[in-house]
């Protein structure tokens, strides 16, 4: 059964996204990540125009996020303060990144900005997040076992404006949760993800936020940020497709409650092994699209006509 | 000046005499004079039909046209309304391909379809096709400087061929009885809105005789036209709106969720 999706103006099978939506969806209900970096990729390679899948993503994440962000919260899954500190970097941070993926999209090289942030970023958190997985797995098979040493103190800690989150017993500077706040932001209004994968790893790496808290705050910020982006995409470049959207996201929240359950019988280190190797899956395909020589060098568009 | 003159009236005398044996008249129309875009579409296709009367001929000469009955070719042409396309170029820069060079055309079709009784080479001179835009590669396509543009126009054309959006064949008119002639046009999902002109030509001994222009409407209807003019005309409200969405559609299915485990 095909579905005519008006804004991107072309009709696909109904079907394939559910089907598209709902594995998304249990992949992201179990690692606690939007899933934009998946789904995103998936519609580009089905067809859908990339700042129509860029803008639409972020507005089916807002309805992922918000009922895995909920579910957390019943759970006492969220530190508020510190979400909210989040979000108001990561408001700052969508604002401009809208602006950005404008002024790309007129000069025609929004589909080279979308590849190359998602190997750079994809690459580098996918690589890390592999590695120390790897690391704390053969830890465990030696037998070693991870003490919970009193972390060292570092440069985070000497910034100034600190400030007390007692949800995660943290005491630090605000500087910082503003900073990588505002980093997602820009990610989720020019990569269409809720950068969940950077946020997860920042949290954890940088801001040291104990982890029964760090998916639920993410998700916390991440139907903020989304809700955000989805907003200035619609108003900057009118390239929201809510039909494509409900759709995505009918099998999307779905498919979370299931993957959020399935999440809670994995072990940490195994999820974050197979999260990388997934992120660093979807990098590889991008930069293989980059380096190989396109089948046809030109493209035809109808953006980009105002400026020349 | 008066032996051109004379020969001149001559002439004029001659064509006049000469049309009752030559009027043809030409009748076309469309299956359907709409295509409403609905949340079902995936494309659509239409009949073009006409029929060809020749009453003087008939009568006069019919032993004739018997035999010449396959003279008459027809060229059917649907196109949508001139738009302004950019053609982007790649070209390798540190290892990666990037759009590198443009050129921008104005006043091309948006969609294209030309399909005719036999090959057009096979009965209609060069130049006339060029002038009437018939084929392919005799649509008019220049840049801002009104140059051709080469590599670029192939460029455009196989691209818009390959989403379905210019079509070419010959053969695909069925003629009846050399009176009556049907054509069947297809039209992707990802067509463009906007009137379309479907033009008929009949063509007699390398010359267009006739021809006979019927128009098309292409337009979103019902809930796809309000979502795509809404998101057009109130876009702060539109993305407020799907932020709406996309929350109780989360928070509903996440409270369904819970009720059933």
Same mark, same amino acid.
């Given at each position: 059964?095909?579905?005519?999706? %008006?804004?991107?103006? &072309?009709?696909?099978?109904?079907?394939?996204?559910?089907?598209?939506?709902?594995?998304?969806?249990?992949?992201?209900?179990?690692?606690?990540?939007?899933?934009?970096?998946?789904?995103? %990729?998936?519609?580009?390679?089905?067809?859908?125009? %990339?700042?129509?899948?860029?803008?639409?993503?972020?507005?089916?994440?807002?309805?992922?996020?918000?009922?895995?962000?909920?579910?957390?919260?019943?759970?006492?899954?969220?530190?508020?303060?510190?979400?909210?500190?989040?979000?108001?970097?990561?408001?700052?941070?969508?604002?401009?990144?809208?602006?950005?993926?404008?002024?790309?999209?007129?000069?025609?090289?929004?589909?080279?900005?979308?590849?190359?942030?998602?190997?750079?970023?994809?690459?580098?958190?996918?690589?890390?997040?592999?590695?120390?997985?790897? *690391?704390?797995?053969?830890?465990?098979?030696?037998?070693?076992?991870?003490?919970?040493? $009193?972390?060292?103190?570092?440069?985070?800690?000497?910034?100034?404006?600190?400030? $007390?989150?007692?949800?995660?017993?943290?005491?630090?500077?605000?500087?910082?949760?503003?900073?990588?706040?505002?980093?997602?932001?820009?990610?989720?209004?020019?990569?269409?993800?809720?950068?969940?994968?950077?946020?997860?790893?920042?949290?954890?790496?940088?801001?040291?936020? %104990?982890?029964?808290?760090?998916?639920?705050?993410?998700?916390?910020?991440?139907?903020?940020? @989304?809700?955000?982006?989805?907003?200035?995409?619609?108003?900057?470049?009118? @390239?929201?497709?809510?039909?494509?959207?409900? @759709?995505?996201?009918?099998?999307?929240?779905?498919?979370?409650?299931?993957?959020?359950?399935?999440?809670?019988?994995?072990?940490?280190?195994?999820? $974050?092994?197979?999260?990388?190797?997934?992120?660093?899956?979807?990098?590889?395909?991008?930069?293989?699209? &980059?380096?190989?020589?396109?089948?046809?060098?030109?493209?035809?568009?109808?953006?980009?006509?105002? *400026?020349? | 000046?008066?032996?051109?003159?004379?020969?001149?009236?001559?002439?004029?005398?001659?064509?006049? !005499? !000469?049309?009752?044996?030559?009027?043809?008249?030409?009748?076309?129309?469309? !299956?359907?004079?709409?295509?409403?875009?609905?949340?079902?579409?995936?494309?659509?296709?239409?009949?073009?039909?006409?029929?060809?009367?020749? +009453?003087?001929?008939? !009568?006069?000469?019919?032993?004739?046209?018997?035999?010449?009955?396959?003279?008459?070719?027809?060229?059917?042409?649907?196109?949508?309304?001139?738009?302004?396309?950019?053609?982007?170029?790649?070209?390798?820069?540190?290892?990666?391909?990037?759009?590198?060079?443009?050129?921008?055309?104005?006043?091309?079709?948006?969609?294209?379809?030309?399909?005719?009784?036999?090959?057009?080479?096979?009965?209609?001179?060069?130049?006339?096709?060029?002038?009437?835009?018939?084929?392919?590669?005799?649509?008019?396509?220049?840049?801002?400087?009104?140059?051709?543009?080469?590599?670029?126009?192939?460029?455009?054309?196989?691209?818009?061929?390959?989403?379905?959006?210019?079509?070419?064949?010959?053969?695909?008119?069925?003629?009846?009885?050399?009176?009556?002639?049907?054509?069947?046009?297809?039209?992707?999902?990802?067509?463009?809105?906007?009137?379309?002109?479907?033009?008929?030509?009949?063509?007699?001994?390398?010359?267009?005789?006739?021809? +006979?222009?019927?128009?098309?409407?292409?337009?979103?209807?019902?809930?796809?036209?309000?979502?795509?003019?809404?998101?057009?005309? +109130?876009?702060?409200?539109?993305?407020?709106?799907?932020?709406?969405?996309?929350?109780?559609?989360?928070?509903?299915?996440?409270?369904?969720?819970?009720?059933?485990?």
């Amino acid at each position: 059964m095909q579905i005519y999706l %008006p804004i991107a103006e &072309l009709s696909m099978n109904i079907f394939v996204l559910l089907a598209m939506g709902g594995s998304v969806g249990f992949l992201s209900g179990m690692f606690g990540v939007g899933g934009g970096f998946l789904m995103t %990729p998936l519609l580009i390679f089905a067809g859908i125009p %990339p700042a129509i899948a860029v803008a639409t993503e972020a507005n089916q994440i807002t309805a992922a996020s918000v009922s895995g962000a909920v579910a957390h919260w019943r759970r006492g899954g969220v530190d508020f303060k510190m979400g909210t500190v989040l979000i108001g970097g990561g408001l700052v941070g969508t604002y401009f990144g809208a602006m950005i993926f404008t002024y790309l999209r007129e000069i025609g090289q929004v589909d080279l900005m979308i590849s190359l942030a998602y190997v750079i970023f994809l690459g580098s958190i996918g690589g890390l997040m592999f590695v120390e997985s790897v *690391r704390s797995i053969l830890k465990a098979r030696r037998g070693e076992i991870t003490k919970s040493v $009193r972390r060292q103190r570092t440069w985070v800690d000497a910034l100034p404006f600190k400030m $007390r989150f007692r949800k995660s017993k943290m005491y630090i500077s605000a500087i910082m949760p503003i900073t990588i706040g505002c980093l997602v932001g820009v990610l989720a209004a020019i990569m269409g993800v809720g950068g969940g994968f950077v946020m997860v790893p920042a949290m954890i790496y940088l801001l040291h936020m %104990p982890t029964n808290v760090v998916i639920g705050t993410s998700l916390f910020q991440i139907t903020f940020v @989304t809700a955000a982006a989805t907003y200035f995409h619609s108003i900057n470049t009118q @390239t929201v497709d809510v039909v494509l959207a409900v @759709t995505l996201l009918t099998a999307a929240v779905v498919g979370a409650q299931i993957g959020a359950v399935v999440g809670a019988k994995l072990k940490g280190e195994q999820l $974050r092994i197979l999260l990388a190797g997934m992120v660093l899956l979807v990098c590889a395909k991008m930069a293989f699209d &980059l380096v190989v020589e396109p089948d046809d060098l030109f493209t035809i568009s109808t953006i980009g006509l105002g *400026r020349q | 000046m008066k032996n051109i003159s004379i020969i001149m009236s001559l002439g004029f005398f001659f064509c006049i !005499s !000469s049309l009752p044996t030559r009027s043809e008249t030409l009748v076309t129309d469309l !299956s359907q004079h709409v295509i409403e875009i609905t949340s079902q579409f995936s494309g659509s296709e239409l009949l073009l039909f006409g029929a060809l009367e020749r +009453h003087a001929m008939e !009568s006069i000469q019919s032993d004739e046209i018997a035999v010449q009955g396959l003279d008459y070719d027809i060229i059917v042409v649907v196109r949508s309304d001139p738009t302004d396309l950019m053609i982007r170029k790649k070209k390798r820069v540190a290892g990666i391909w990037i759009n590198n060079e443009n050129q921008m055309v104005r006043g091309v079709p948006g969609y294209y379809l030309v399909g005719s009784t036999r090959p057009l080479n096979e009965f209609l001179s060069k130049e006339d096709q060029i002038e009437l835009e018939l084929g392919l590669e005799n649509i008019k396509i220049v840049n801002e400087n009104n140059e051709g543009i080469g590599d670029y126009k192939d460029a455009l054309i196989r691209n818009m061929k390959a989403r379905g959006l210019y079509r070419e064949s010959s053969g695909n008119i069925t003629v009846k009885n050399e009176i009556l002639f049907r054509a069947n046009l297809e039209f992707p999902s990802n067509m463009p809105v906007g009137d379309y002109k479907a033009d008929v030509y009949l063509v007699r001994d390398g010359n267009v005789i006739i021809n +006979h222009r019927t128009d098309l409407l292409v337009d979103k209807r019902g809930f796809e036209r309000f979502i795509y003019n809404f998101a057009h005309d +109130h876009p702060a409200y539109y993305g407020i709106m799907a932020i709406i969405v996309a929350l109780s559609a989360g928070l509903f299915t996440g409270f369904v969720a819970r009720k059933i485990s």
